[in-house]
């Protein structure tokens, strides 16, 4: 294996000489009085030199104006560069990173130091252009999935038995939401206050529909999206206390024409995270010409507390470059265990303004 390639740039020849000597046995090295020869020969071999060492003062061009020359044709971006510096340049090499240098090697020369810095700046290079290829290269593939699933959905939307299934889910929502209404009157006839605050809907896209069918493995059809997804359709109802969510949520269930398919119950058991919602698959008849048909529907009940940390959750999990994730996390965690706690005194206060006005 041919040895790799050291450009020592340098108007002293005895730097030049010291550096070669340090190197000679791990690296071929070559070298330029200044950087217009450096430049030359990076001309003619940039694609075999593996790492650059320059000094910063040498007449006709400079180590700064080496830097940026180099930056400007883009060949930072395939070789490292190595500054030798003396110990107390503090500004200097701060000037020098902000253009894009990777390393400094300090005067007088140790010939230890030197070799691991060198070696250490070279494999670094080596795994960083490596890692920024494998990101294009998934970006490239990422780009070509989003293509695939767009000619899918694309597909999906100019059928009509789709399209006819999407109108039954909007149908489905439609009739929950009626059906919530009701129990709201009815309950504010009875209580004198309203069980819950908002009711939000949503149907998935058919981008997202496509995305879950294939991350599951099942096929893209018509029939596939009607017996394998619970959740094209879906409800929010955010209430004011927990207790309401239980009883809204345990007089919908009772209707005798409602199928109760799954509950999942993340107020009791709250996720890791610290994620606290009651959800709901049911099974619900909506009436058409051509008689009653059973449709799926995710239903979520959660406090209006807890629905503002669940937005602000959902920002976190879906935007790209958040810094201090983890710390986050962490402060999330903890905003969810204090609304919880928050949510149960509101329910006793709210519990003893009630009892007063019994009293009275």
């Not at 597909?155 to 109108?167: C, D, I, Q």
């Not at 981008?207 to 096929?219: D, N």
């Not at 402060?331 to 509101?346: F, H, N, R, T, V």
Request: charged content about 30%; hydrophobic content about 40%; glycine content about 4%.
């Amino acid at each position: 294996m041919a040895m790799q390639k050291i450009l020592v740039v340098d108007d002293s020849p005895m730097n030049r000489e010291l550096l070669d000597e340090i190197l000679k046995d791990d690296y071929q090295v070559v070298t330029a009085e200044d950087g217009m020869c450096a430049l030359w020969l990076m001309e003619q071999e940039i694609e075999e030199i593996a790492a650059v060492i320059s000094d910063l003062m040498m007449p006709r061009m400079d180590g700064y104006a080496l830097v940026e020359e180099m930056k400007c044709r883009g060949w930072l971006g395939k070789v490292p560069v190595l500054i030798i510096s003396s110990e107390n340049a503090v500004e200097a090499e701060n000037h020098c990173f902000e253009l894009g240098v990777t390393d400094f090697i300090h005067k007088p020369f140790v010939g230890s130091v030197v070799k691991n810095r060198v070696k250490n700046t070279i494999e670094l290079f080596v795994c960083k252009n490596a890692l920024e290829q494998k990101v294009k290269e998934q970006a490239v593939t990422l780009e070509e999935q989003r293509q695939i699933i767009r000619r899918q959905t694309e597909k999906l939307k100019e059928m009509k038995s789709f399209n006819r299934l999407m109108m039954e889910f909007r149908s489905v929502i439609m009739e929950v939401e009626t059906r919530l209404k009701v129990l709201n009157a009815e309950f504010s006839e009875a209580y004198n206050r309203n069980p819950f605050e908002a009711i939000k809907s949503r149907l998935k896209s058919p981008e997202s529909i496509y995305e879950k069918l294939e991350r599951r493995g099942f096929p893209v059809t018509v029939e596939s999206i009607r017996e394998n997804l619970t959740d094209v359709a879906g409800l929010r109802v955010i209430c004011s206390f927990p207790d309401d969510i239980y009883r809204l949520a345990d007089l919908l269930i009772q209707q005798d024409d409602i199928l109760l398919k799954s509950r999942k119950d993340y107020i009791k058991n709250p996720k890791a995270n610290g994620y606290r919602s009651l959800h709901l698959i049911l099974s619900v008849p909506i009436y058409l010409p051509g008689g009653k048909k059973y449709m799926n529907v995710e239903v979520q009940f959660r406090t209006i507390a807890m629905d503002f940390w669940a937005s602000l959750e959902h920002k976190l999990k879906y935007k790209k470059k958040v810094a201090d994730t983890g710390e986050i996390e962490e402060q999330l965690k903890k905003c969810a265990d204090s609304i919880e706690d928050l949510d149960y005194q509101m329910q006793k206060i709210r519990d003893k303004i009630e009892h007063g006005q019994d009293s009275l």
